[in-house]
């Protein structure tokens, strides 16, 4: 899908952003983006606004683009010191200010900011608790893995697939090894989900409600389903001769699933830690 860059957020930028770059600043950022060229003449928010234009014109994908123009915007800004000036202080208020409005108008218009240079569709509430979750643990292989699964999804959907079931595998790893339990010696989402799911006692026998037993049930079925779909279908491995060439539905299917068992093993694990 070739999601446009909304007009709310190009009149955004177009008014904001010449308030904080240079002729040359917007160039190279717009450029640094692979915005097309050439460079747009006029003024700053001119500038700003017909390259937006272009982007949206002539970028395969324009979202990706925008990602990257604002990301140096999205991350958390430090506050000024005590001994900072009156200007480094009413810039910090209007950077941060800035931010909150275009965080406001990407939700208004369906879009969300991830780190990874990347805007995308809003995504289920599953995907955006774990997205809360894995920012507390800190893992550069699980952020990656999220990021890569989102960004596929449209466009790629071989590659969300194999994400899906990578963040599975890294979420798995790093609670084994913070865990200091054993590693398996052949280290495939099902070995590695044996021994995750034995040590947070995900034992359908060892509960007693029979509803709640067919859902945790699920949980293992969603581990053989995305760890298949990943060997049959994804990027992640040589195909044979009966090509498998899944949509963006099915990778949709297979990246929400994989959420909702990840966020379940976060929160189990941190209830535990409590």
């Known amino acids: ?81 005590v001994y ?19 965080i406001s108008i990407l939700e208004r218009n369906g879009l969300k900011y991830f780190s990874g240079k990347v805007v995308q ?3 289920s509430k ?28 449209e466009n790629k959907p071989l590659e969300s697939i194999s994400a899906a079931c990578n963040i599975l595998e890294s979420i798995c790893k790093v609670y084994i090894e913070e865990e200091k339990l054993e590693l398996p010696t052949k280290q495939d989402l099902r070995n590695l989900w044996k021994v995750v799911s034995k040590d947070l006692q995900f034992d359908v026998n060892r509960l007693q409600d029979d509803d709640l037993k067919k ?13 298949s779909l990943r060997t049959h279908g994804s990027s992640a491995h040589g195909q044979g001769k009966r090509l498998y060439i899944p949509e963006s539905r099915h990778a949709r299917l297979a990246v929400n699933s994989a959420h909702t068992l990840a966020a379940f093993v976060l929160e189990t694990w941190n209830k535990r830690t409590l």
């Not at 983006?33 to 014109?57: C, R, T």
């Not at 774990?130 to 999804?153: V, W």
């Open 1 to 81: 899908m070739n999601t446009k860059i909304p007009q709310s957020i190009i009149g955004l930028l177009s008014e904001e952003l010449p308030k904080f770059e240079t002729h040359a600043s917007i160039d190279s950022l717009f450029l640094y983006a692979d915005a097309p060229s050439p460079i747009p003449d006029g003024s700053k928010p001119v500038k700003v606004k017909e390259w937006l234009f272009s982007v949206n014109k002539k970028s395969e994908y324009p979202l990706n683009v925008l990602g990257i123009i604002i990301e140096k915007y999205m991350d958390s800004l430090d506050e000024p010191s």
């Open 84 to 102: 900072a000036s009156d200007y480094e202080k009413e810039e910090y208020f209007n950077r941060t200010k800035f931010r909150e409005t275009l």
């Open 121 to 123: 569709m809003s995504l």
């Open 126 to 153: 599953v995907s955006t608790n774990l997205y809360d979750l894995i920012k507390d643990k800190n893992e550069d292989a699980i952020n990656l893995e999220f990021t890569r699964a989102i960004e596929g999804l």
């Open 215 to 227: 859902i945790i049930s699920g949980l293992f079925s969603i581990v053989d389903g995305v760890s």
